[in-house]
C-alpha cells in the first residue's frame, strides 16, 4: 500500500519523502558565490534579455509587470520584477491521487519518484529489442508503476506512437487516468490537450474550483533555453489559471545550446527558469509555477549528451541555487541513463546519478526508467530504480544519536568478551536504517545464502513477470469514464 499524507478530515500524518530532518543536503560551492550566480542571471533577465514569441498574451502580461517588450519578441526582466515574481510564487503544493484520499508534498523538504518521460520506444517483451512504443505500452508502465512502492505519481513515460496526433496526445492523458491510481504529472505539444485533461481533471474532482483546491496533476512546459514559443506561453498562462501546478523548464546542453562552463550553463538556465515564473506570477500571482530547467553537458569526443561529472556537478549547483531562493528543485536528472539498453552500462548510470539524490534533495524525480538518452523506456530500469529509491529513503531516515543508540550501557553489561548476538539491544534496532531491497541486501545470491545463483538482470526480470501477470487498479466507474470519453472526443475533434 502506498504510504502518502492523508486527506484532510484523517488524523494520521507520514514522512513519506521526507529528507530535511536528520540530515542535510550537500553544497557544493559557498553561499556568497551562490548568491552570485543568482545574480548574473538576474543581470541577463535585466541587461540581455530572453525572447517569447510575439502576438502571445505574454506580450501584454509581461508589460504589466514592469518588463520590457521589444516588437521582435525580446524581453527584458528588470531584477525587481523578477524579485517579486520569486517572493509572490507559491513554493509549495499538494499533488492528490484520483481518488482525492491522499496527498504528496511537492516543496522544498521531499522528494518523490516518477517513471519518465515521453520515450518514443519500449523493448518489446517477446523479442527484447527496441520498437516504437503505444498506447497500450503507456498503459502496461502506468499499471506496472501503481503497484511499486517507491513510485509516488506517474509521468507519460512514453508516447502513442502510432497516434501522434491531437487524439493520441489527449488519449495519453486518460490512459493514465484509467491505469494508476496515484497523481499524475503531463506534458503535451498542443494547448487543446492541456485544456481536455484540465476538463478531465475536473470531472474527476467535481468542478474546476474542487480541482484548483486538490490539484491531480502537475503540468510540465517544456520551452527552450531563453525562448518561450506562442504554445509554452499559451500553457503557463492556462495553467496558472486553472489553479493547475506548473514545473517551467528546458533541457540545456552545455558546450551546444549554452555555455560550456557549469556556471555559465546554470545561469542561463535559471535565466529560463526565472522568465516563466514571471510570466506564471504575471497571470495569476500566487500560483504554483516553479522553474525547473535541466543541465547537461556534451561529451566532447562525440558531440552528445554525456560528460557526467560536469552534468552532476552543475544539478548540484543549480540544486543549491533553489534551495538558497527556497525553491524545490523539479525533475531532477537520475534514474535515466544513456546506455543503449538494460545492461551493466544502464545500472552504472542510474546507479551514480541516482545517488546523488541523496544530496541534491530534489522534489521530484521525473526520469526512471529512462534509456537511450531519452529515446527508449525500460520496465526492468523502472524496477531497479524503485529499488534504490527504498534504499535512498532508508539514507534519510538518518542517524540517532542517544544514551540508547551510543550504547554504552550494553557495552558495561556485556563486558569486553562478551556478544551482543542474541541481546534484546540488539532484536529492538536490527531493523531500523534496514533496505527491504528486493535484488540486493538480503536477496541478493551471495554464496552463504540459499537464493537462486541468478544475475541481477534475471532476479528483475523475474519479478517483473510476476508483475505483468497482476491485476491493475480499479477501474474508474463507468459513468466517470464515458464522459471522460466524450471529452476526449470534443477536444479531438478538429
Known amino acids: 500500500m502506498q504510504r502518502q499524507r492523508n486527506a484532510p478530515e484523517?488524523?494520521?500524518?507520514?514522512?513519506?519523502?521526507?529528507?530535511?530532518?536528520?540530515?542535510?543536503?550537500?553544497?557544493?560551492?559557498?553561499?556568497?558565490?551562490?548568491?552570485?550566480?543568482?545574480?548574473?542571471?538576474?543581470?541577463?533577465?535585466?541587461?540581455?534579455?530572453?525572447?517569447?514569441?510575439?502576438?502571445?498574451?505574454?506580450?501584454?502580461?509581461?508589460?504589466?509587470?514592469?518588463?520590457?517588450?521589444?516588437?521582435?519578441?525580446?524581453?527584458?526582466?528588470?531584477?525587481?520584477?523578477?524579485?517579486?515574481?520569486?517572493?509572490?510564487?507559491?513554493?509549495?503544493?499538494q499533488l492528490w491521487n484520483r481518488d482525492g484520499t491522499r496527498a504528496i508534498d511537492i516543496d522544498a523538504h521531499h522528494t518523490w519518484f516518477m517513471p519518465g518521460m515521453t520515450c518514443i520506444k519500449v523493448f518489446?517483451?517477446?523479442?527484447?529489442?527496441?520498437?516504437?512504443?503505444?498506447?497500450?505500452?503507456?498503459?502496461?508502465?502506468?499499471?506496472?508503476?501503481?503497484?511499486?512502492?517507491?513510485?509516488?505519481?506517474?509521468?507519460?513515460?512514453?508516447?502513442?506512437?502510432?497516434?501522434?496526433?491531437?487524439?493520441?496526445?489527449?488519449?495519453?492523458?486518460?490512459?493514465?487516468?484509467?491505469?494508476?491510481?496515484?497523481?499524475?504529472e503531463y506534458l503535451c505539444e498542443w494547448t487543446r490537450s492541456l485544456e481536455a485533461a484540465i476538463e478531465m481533471a475536473a470531472a474527476l474532482r467535481g468542478g474546476h474550483d474542487r480541482l484548483a483546491e486538490m490539484p491531480y496533476f502537475l503540468h510540465i512546459v517544456t520551452p527552450l533555453p531563453l525562448y518561450y514559443a506562442e504554445?509554452?506561453?499559451?500553457?503557463?498562462?492556462?495553467?496558472?489559471?486553472?489553479?493547475?501546478?506548473?514545473?517551467v523548464g528546458s533541457l540545456a546542453i552545455g558546450g551546444a545550446s549554452t555555455p560550456i562552463t557549469t556556471a555559465g550553463t546554470v545561469v542561463q538556465c535559471l535565466a529560463t527558469d526565472f522568465a516563466g515564473m514571471v510570466l506564471g506570477q504575471a497571470a495569476r500571482e500566487g500560483s504554483f509555477c516553479i522553474g525547473s530547467t535541466n543541465p547537461y553537458f556534451m561529451e566532447p569526443a562525440t558531440g552528445g549528451i554525456g560528460n557526467m561529472p560536469q552534468t552532476m556537478l552543475a544539478e548540484q549547483l543549480i540544486c543549491q541555487a533553489r534551495r538558497h531562493l527556497g525553491l524545490p528543485s523539479l525533475t531532477g536528472i537520475g534514474g535515466e541513463a544513456?546506455?543503449?539498453?538494460?545492461?551493466?552500462?544502464?545500472?552504472?548510470?542510474?546507479?551514480?546519478?541516482?545517488?546523488?539524490?541523496?544530496h541534491t534533495r530534489p522534489a521530484t524525480c521525473d526520469y526512471l526508467g529512462s534509456l537511450d538518452q531519452g529515446i527508449t523506456y525500460s520496465l526492468h530500469a523502472l524496477l531497479l530504480c524503485?529499488?534504490?529509491?527504498?534504499?535512498?529513503?532508508?539514507?534519510?531516515?538518518?542517524?540517532?544519536?542517544?544514551?540508547?543508540?551510543?550504547a554504552l550501557d550494553l557495552l558495561r553489561e556485556v563486558g569486553l568478551t562478551g556478544t551482543v548476538l542474541g541481546h534484546e539491544h540488539t532484536a529492538r534496532h536490527c531493523r531500523k536504517n534496514l533496505w527491504a531491497s528486493r535484488y540486493f541486501a538480503g536477496n541478493e545470491p551471495v554464496s552463504s545464502s540459499?537464493?537462486?545463483?541468478?544475475?541481477?538482470?534475471?532476479?528483475?526480470?523475474?519479478?517483473?513477470?510476476?508483475?505483468?501477470?497482476?491485476?491493475?487498479?480499479?477501474?474508474?466507474?463507468?459513468?466517470?469514464?464515458?464522459?471522460?470519453?466524450?471529452?476526449?472526443?470534443?477536444?479531438?475533434?478538429?
Request: charged fraction near 25%; aromatic fraction near 4%; include cysteine.
Open 338 to 358: 544513456r546506455a543503449r539498453r538494460f545492461g551493466q552500462d544502464a545500472v552504472f548510470e542510474i546507479a551514480t546519478l541516482m545517488g546523488q539524490f541523496f
Open 10 to 93: 484523517a488524523a494520521a500524518t507520514h514522512v513519506r519523502g521526507l529528507h530535511s530532518i536528520s540530515s542535510r543536503p550537500y553544497d557544493t560551492i559557498a553561499p556568497a558565490d551562490t548568491e552570485r550566480v543568482v545574480d548574473a542571471a538576474l543581470t541577463l533577465l535585466a541587461e540581455i534579455g530572453l525572447r517569447f514569441e510575439p502576438g502571445t498574451e505574454a506580450d501584454a502580461l509581461l508589460a504589466q509587470a514592469g518588463c520590457t517588450v521589444l516588437p521582435d519578441g525580446v524581453v527584458r526582466m528588470p531584477a525587481v520584477v523578477v524579485r517579486r515574481a520569486l517572493a509572490t510564487v507559491a513554493k509549495a503544493v
Open 124 to 184: 518489446d517483451e517477446a523479442t527484447g529489442e527496441p520498437r516504437d512504443s503505444t498506447r497500450a505500452d503507456l498503459a502496461t508502465i502506468s499499471r506496472i508503476a501503481d503497484g511499486l512502492d517507491n513510485i509516488d505519481a506517474v509521468c507519460v513515460a512514453c508516447k502513442d506512437v502510432p497516434e501522434s496526433t491531437l487524439r493520441g496526445e489527449i488519449g495519453e492523458f486518460l490512459c493514465m487516468m484509467e491505469h494508476t491510481t496515484k497523481p499524475l
Open 231 to 247: 504554445t509554452h506561453v499559451e500553457q503557463v498562462i492556462l495553467a496558472a489559471r486553472a489553479g493547475v501546478p506548473l514545473s
Open 386 to 406: 524503485d529499488d534504490y529509491a527504498g534504499m535512498l529513503r532508508t539514507l534519510w531516515t538518518g542517524t540517532e544519536v542517544s544514551d540508547d543508540t551510543l
Open 450 to 494: 540459499d537464493k537462486p545463483d541468478e544475475t541481477l538482470f534475471q532476479r528483475i526480470d523475474r519479478d517483473l513477470r510476476q508483475r505483468l501477470s497482476a491485476p491493475g487498479p480499479e477501474p474508474l466507474p463507468a459513468g466517470l469514464l464515458a464522459r471522460l470519453r466524450m471529452i476526449h472526443e470534443a477536444h479531438a475533434t478538429p
